[in-house]
């Protein structure tokens, strides 16, 4: 029971802050970590933020948010939510 209790717990402290994230909060999607990308993103979770990572190893960089959108899960609207909360600086 602890253990449910515990992943419940965590799930809903990263829920909160993914809802949470606040506009001027902006993410380097070039090196942002999963939990940075969970936290800072709108709309993304810690499964995006993990395909996202996955696709910057398996791709390379992005340099433009329309790269963004090819990547598993992540659709126009979550690239309109984000806009001003994404850089692309190496």
């Known amino acids: 029971m602890k253990n449910v209790l515990k992943a419940l717990g965590t799930a809903l402290f ?10 001027d909060e902006a993410v380097n999607i070039n090196t942002a970590s ?10 993304v979770g810690r499964s995006r933020a993990q395909a996202i990572i996955q696709y910057r190893e398996e791709h390379g960089n992005f340099v433009d948010l ?14 309109e939510s984000n806009r ?7």
């Open 14 to 23: 990263f829920f909160a802050q993914s809802v949470l994230a606040l506009p």
């Open 84 to 90: 001003d909360n994404i850089f692309f600086k190496e």
């Open 34 to 43: 999963v939990d940075e990308l969970a936290i800072k993103l709108i709309g």
């Open 66 to 79: 329309d790269e963004l959108m090819v990547v598993r899960g992540i659709g126009e609207h979550v690239i």
